[in-house]
């Protein structure tokens, strides 16, 4: 996962075939708006399954910087400290799992549903209060930063 900040990234649609997103074959850029924008970074190789294949997460600009504020200090209250249960390195701890160098996309999903109540397991009651006060630009941020983080 390679993570980009920039407001203007490729134009993309969602490739049915593919699964995922795509470049629009006609180029061009478009703005960002609140979004994290995932493409393969060589789709001939993510299209034949190569594991090391990195995807780009394109991120608005400002979102590491601000989603680390949020994961090491919890944002004056906004949040708890994530590594407090997740580990210093983010990298899990006991039953808690890792989330640093995890795919954007997928780690916003995941903070939503649990905000909505959609992920709403015995263990997920522990991220309850860590949520509840986040904004979806708070959770692009977090997600941005965690995305850049190395992986386990
Ligand atoms: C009080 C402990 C605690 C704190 C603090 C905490 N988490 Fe969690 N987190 C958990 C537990 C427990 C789970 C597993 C939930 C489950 O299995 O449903 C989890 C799950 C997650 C997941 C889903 C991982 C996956 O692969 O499904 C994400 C993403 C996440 N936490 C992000 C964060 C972030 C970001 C912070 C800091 C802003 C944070 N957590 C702070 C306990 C915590």
Do not use: W
Request: with cysteine; glycine share 10%; aromatic share 4%.
């Amino acid at each position: 996962m390679k993570v980009v900040e920039t407001a203007t990234p490729p134009k993309t649609y969602v490739s049915t075939a593919a699964r995922h997103r795509l470049v629009v074959p006609g180029g061009g850029t478009e703005p960002i708006g609140h979004r994290i924008i995932e493409i393969p970074e060589d789709p001939f190789r993510t299209a034949n399954r190569d594991p090391h294949s990195p995807f780009l997460a394109y991120v608005p600009p400002g979102s590491i910087t601000k989603g680390e504020a949020l994961v090491k200090t919890g944002g004056s209250g906004k949040t708890i400290q994530c590594a407090i249960c997740h580990g210093d390195e983010l990298k899990g701890l006991g039953e808690v799992p890792r989330i640093a160098g995890l795919q954007p996309v997928y780690i916003a999903r995941q903070l939503i549903c649990i905000q909505n109540g959609s992920s709403a397991g015995t263990a997920a009651a522990l991220m309850k209060k860590v949520v509840s006060n986040l904004s979806e630009d708070d959770i692009i941020a977090i997600s941005a930063y965690l995305g850049s983080l190395p992986p386990q």
